[in-house]
């Protein structure tokens, strides 16, 4: 059974920074990239970051480049964890982020439309 269980979201001040964690289980996840998507209140979700199966690659949307950084560690037999670190928020940041995994390169992650798994989100908001 594939679960993505996600973890670190809060409350921040502009300008600070969160780490966000996706533990993502289930044996079929090995060769599975790992990424995150946001949704902001009336918006529609969309992509922030992935990384490869192997962590060896990353892809990130612009609107965050620079600022955050997606990283994986697989030491654990069939749990597979995920990190995002966020740096210098901002109120545009503010959103529910999901944890996600896709059967695809990071390069076609974002506009990949088969199989997906979904953790259930956190909440991440920033203040001015």
């Known amino acids: 059974q594939v679960q993505l269980v996600e973890s670190g979201g809060g409350l921040v001040q502009a300008g600070g920074s969160l780490r966000l964690s996706c533990a993502a289980s289930g044996r079929t996840l090995s060769s599975h990239a790992l990424g995150w998507f946001r949704q902001a209140s009336g918006k529609e979700r969309e992509f922030v970051a992935v990384v490869s199966w192997d962590g060896g690659s990353t892809y990130y949307a612009d609107s965050v480049k620079g600022r955050f950084t997606i990283s994986r560690d697989n030491s654990k037999e069939t749990v597979y964890l995920a990190y995002l670190q966020m740096d210098s928020l901002n109120p545009e940041d503010t959103a529910v982020y999901y944890c996600?995994?896709?059967?695809?390169?990071?390069?076609?992650?974002?506009?990949?439309?088969?199989?997906?798994?979904w953790g259930k989100g956190t909440l991440v908001t920033v203040s001015q």
């Open positions: 996600a995994a896709r059967p695809t390169t990071p390069e076609a992650f974002e506009y990949y439309y088969g199989s997906t798994y």
